[in-house]
């Protein structure tokens, strides 16, 4: 039978690096719920040394067990175990988010590489020129290391050797007369590139009959991605690598099932926010802000999608990236949220928008404020979907509005 000898844990907690602790007295659903990694050194007298357990490879089986350690070997007796070969031993690095605006940056509507005429009209300008007045920062970085966020979307940045840009940030924030931006930085982990999403290098699943685009598709970036990660941005909304979402198939071929995705609800949440009229989706005088949910989801339309300028790839020059889901507190109260440890990482609210926010500390907790925290209950969610059947943003009467079970995404290497 296995006996435990210690492990090796990654809390939760803001900057937390690796441990060795006593587990032995722990409930294993405790376990689960204070540290995000753990490993487990076991001994076995059958065997010449010691082993290494994952212990999160088990923890669907397990993340509901309220005995010990001890009592879970007991049951298993000499039952094989999803080893590793070494427990981790370097540093954890973190990405970390700031709301730009309360960071000191300022944004300016402009036109990248366009010198504006004297009252120029703004309307044409789409892009923002990114400056931080009263602090000697070097702008590059953002370009480099960083991606930025206005109004809860992901757009591309720029530089030009003077200042960083956000490009079609401005006709983002006129969209809807908002003016939040943020910045998720990657410095300690590496460099970002953007890439543009080459639609002619992407394909659906041809295994199966009746599979299109809108159930799963294959994307190439068609470059060298080796000791690299790679995610998307898809209308704005981060797709970072999760089982049966988004993977890697081979050296630079990925899936992604656009099934696992509420497009449709993404589709209505971001209109608010982004110009989808790229889109070229048919609209009627008799049902105004209607749309065929067929044709949205159509193969010709989601390849629109993914030409937005807020679709593209991000290759973060880092061969492993590791993404844990935080949950933390809704207040009750619209706009915030509570955290018990101090808030780093990005904050993904309503559908998957990585929301803005200010965190505050307060009464022992920290108070982070967003701009809109609601969740809408679209009333076609409600409905099958026919073959033409038009749908819109109306929500279910009585239940219209929700306040968001929002949650911080930490991303570490």
């Known amino acids: 039978m296995y006996s435990l000898v210690n492990a090796t844990v990654l809390s939760y907690a803001t900057d937390s690096q690796y441990e060795t602790v006593d587990l032995s007295s722990t409930p294993i659903n405790i376990i689960y719920s204070i540290y995000s990694e753990i490993y487990l050194t076991l001994s076995n ?11 999160n490879a088990v923890k669907p089986q397990l993340a509901g067990y309220r005995g ?6 007991a049951n298993i007796g000499n039952m094989t175990l999803p080893t590793i070969a070494a427990i981790p031993s370097a540093n954890i690095l973190y990405a970390r988010y700031s709301d730009a605006t309360h960071a000191g940056y300022k944004a300016t509507v402009c036109k990248i590489g366009f010198q504006n005429p004297l009252n120029y009209p703004t309307d044409l300008l789409p892009d923002l020129q ?55 930085s990657f410095l300690d982990i590496g460099t970002i590139t953007t890439l543009p999403i080459d639609t002619t290098k992407i394909y659906a699943d041809t295994s199966n009959t009746g599979m299109y685009l809108k159930n799963k598709i294959y994307l190439n970036i068609n470059q060298s991605i080796s000791g690299q990660s790679v995610m998307l941005s898809l209308g704005g909304y981060l797709v970072f690598p999760q089982p049966n979402v988004f993977y890697q198939v081979s050296d630079s071929i990925f899936c992604l099932h656009t099934d696992a995705l509420p497009l449709l609800q993404r589709y209505f949440e971001s209109s608010q ?18 749309i065929n949910a067929s044709e949205l989801l159509s193969d010709a339309v989601i390849k629109l999608y993914l030409q937005l300028p807020q679709s593209f790839w991000i290759v973060v020059n880092s061969p492993t990236l590791n993404f844990n889901p935080v949950y933390i507190q809704n207040s009750k109260l619209p706009g915030s949220f509570i955290s018990y440890i101090k808030p780093i990482n990005p904050l ?66």
């Open 45 to 55: 007298p059958y065997l010449t040394s010691n082993v290494y357990v994952d212990f």
């Open 68 to 73: 010990l350690i001890s009592q879970w070997l």
């Open 130 to 184: 990114i400056t931080r007045p009263g602090y000697s920062t070097d702008l590059k970085l953002i370009n480099e290391y960083c991606l930025t966020t206005v109004n809860g979307f992901l757009h591309q940045t720029d530089y030009d050797g003077t200042y960083a840009y956000i490009q079609q940030g401005a006709n983002t924030m006129r969209k809807s007369n908002l003016n939040n931006f943020g910045i998720l």
């Open 273 to 290: 926010y982004i110009d989808l009229s790229s889109l070229g989706l048919s609209q009627t005088a008799l049902y105004p802000g209607a």
């Open 348 to 413: 993904i609210v309503g559908y998957g928008r990585m929301a803005e926010y200010w965190s505050v500390y307060e009464d022992g907790q920290w108070s982070m404020n967003v701009d809109n925290s609601f969740l809408v209950n679209y009333d076609f969610a409600t409905n099958p979907l026919g073959n033409t059947q038009n749908i819109n943003s109306a929500a279910i009467p009585g239940n219209q509005y929700m306040l968001s079970q929002g949650y911080t995404l930490q991303i570490h290497t």
